[in-house]
């Protein structure tokens, strides 16, 4: 009997083989041979669906931890809710500080309104994306600049859901200009 899901290709067949004789199988036999089948298969799907997911949540956490840049997820209210370790380094924070603050407490205060217009953009839904030059205060109390590409993520039914916000360190550059 083959071993197949949905209209796939067959992945395998459930056969035996310890017979010494031909024999005719009664319908009501194979019926249940059939069923016994499709469990062997949906297990063998469900495995590879498991084997799938994992991979996929892998490269994605791997992504986000080993980026080039900053990464946070943040919530419609500035919670930091999901950051990397470059964002920790760019503004000298552990993960645990940040995870306990908004981005409001550590951007310097002449950037606030700035950044309140793009938020109140994104959420109202004036624009999907955005991106903005702004300062923030490190740990030690020092200035750095960063460019922020941020984006909104929204539920199924449209309600805000977080921000991702991918944040780069251009403190050399604003020196340099």
């Not at 083959?2 to 035996?16: S, Y």
């Not at 500080?97 to 550590?106: C, G, H, V, Y």
């Not at 002449?110 to 217009?117: A, N």
């Amino acid at each position: 009997l083959p071993l197949a899901v949905g209209g796939e290709p067959p992945v395998g067949a459930l056969a035996f083989n310890t017979l010494q004789a031909e024999r005719d199988w009664p319908e009501h036999l194979v019926s249940r041979l059939r069923l016994v089948a499709e469990v062997f298969t949906n297990a063998l799907a469900r495995g590879r669906s498991d084997q799938a997911l994992r991979q996929s949540e892998e490269i994605n956490r791997a992504t986000f931890e080993q980026a080039a840049v900053g990464i946070a997820h943040v919530a419609p209210d500035g919670r930091f809710l999901r950051v990397n370790d470059k964002l920790c380094s760019i503004t000298g924070y552990s993960r645990e500080d940040l995870l306990s603050r908004t981005f409001q407490e550590i951007t310097h205060a002449d950037d606030l309104e700035m950044d309140r217009e793009l938020v109140s953009s994104m959420l109202s839904g004036k624009v999907l994306t955005g991106s903005i030059e702004k300062r923030y205060f490190r740990k030690d109390g020092s200035v750095v600049w960063v460019n922020i590409a941020a984006s909104l993520v929204r539920s199924a039914s449209g309600a805000p859901r977080h921000f991702i916000a991918v944040l780069e360190d251009i403190t050399e550059r604003r020196r340099a200009e």
